[in-house]
């Protein structure tokens, strides 16, 4: 198994262009997840889905967007980059949502993002 | 929404010593999971533990969900537990991180 697969590892922007952020998992996970960790602030969600067709907004979702088209991927949108765009961004899966059954999440390696 | 705060913030310790990590919530939790996030960026789930006490080699942890917190033990510390070290808790909601302690041990 891949687990957690993400791409590109790294990528610069000029200001105002748009980029997909590609993530997908073998594991027949429900829940996706984008976390963006900025220095000193730990890792913040922008956006979520807990199954094909469902997303819903995190902590800081402005300036991104999301789809779940299939159980797989979950790609991240940045529509107009942002020089505060500028992160790291990560993806993460997990069995259920709640974790009712221990399920455990699962991270990508990470995008580095520079908006210039 | 739950808060999550983790210290100390960083720690500096030899390689053989022991420490202990500390993560508060705010609110009561029916999940928390510990990661350790190693000097390349790599994020690795430690334990999943909203309660109890579990132990995996060098590392242990405890959560005392009543009193709201959950501490991170590592024992005979060694170069390669060097990193950052979050905590994440949820209620019915995505996962919360703390921001992190960093860990570093000196050979």
């Known amino acids: 198994n891949a687990g957690v697969t993400q791409t590109p590892k790294f990528q610069v922007l000029k200001t105002g262009q748009s980029m997909t952020l590609q993530c997908a998992q073998d594991?027949?996970?429900?829940?996706m997840s984008w976390y963006r960790q900025d220095p000193g602030m730990g890792l913040r969600l922008i956006h979520y889905?807990?199954?094909?067709?469902?997303?819903d907004q995190g902590e800081v979702p402005n300036g991104y967007n999301v789809s779940r088209s299939t159980t797989e991927d979950f790609p991240l949108r940045l529509l107009s980059a942002a020089p505060s765009q500028t992160s790291v961004y990560f993806c993460a899966s997990s069995y259920s949502f709640l974790s009712t059954g221990g399920e455990k999440l699962f991270f990508g390696s990470g995008t580095q993002l520079s908006v210039l | 929404g739950i808060q999550v705060e983790q210290s100390p913030p960083d720690l500096i310790l030899q390689e053989g010593a022991n420490s202990t990590l500390r993560c508060n919530f705010s609110?009561?939790?029916?999940?928390l999971q510990w990661f350790h996030q190693n000097p390349w960026g790599q994020l690795i789930n430690l334990f999943y533990?909203?309660?109890g006490t579990k132990q995996n080699g060098r590392l242990s942890a405890t959560t005392v969900a009543t009193e709201r917190y959950s501490l991170l033990y590592i024992s005979s510390s060694q170069t390669t537990d060097s990193g950052v070290y979050f905590c994440?808790?949820?209620?019915?909601?995505?996962?919360?991180f703390g921001k992190g302690t960093r860990l570093s041990v000196i050979a």
């Open positions: 994440a808790v949820s209620g019915n909601t995505p996962l919360v």
């Open positions: 533990i909203p309660s």
């Open positions: 889905s807990v199954g094909a067709g469902i997303t």
């Open positions: 594991m027949n996970h429900e829940y």
């Open positions: 609110d009561s939790v029916n999940n």
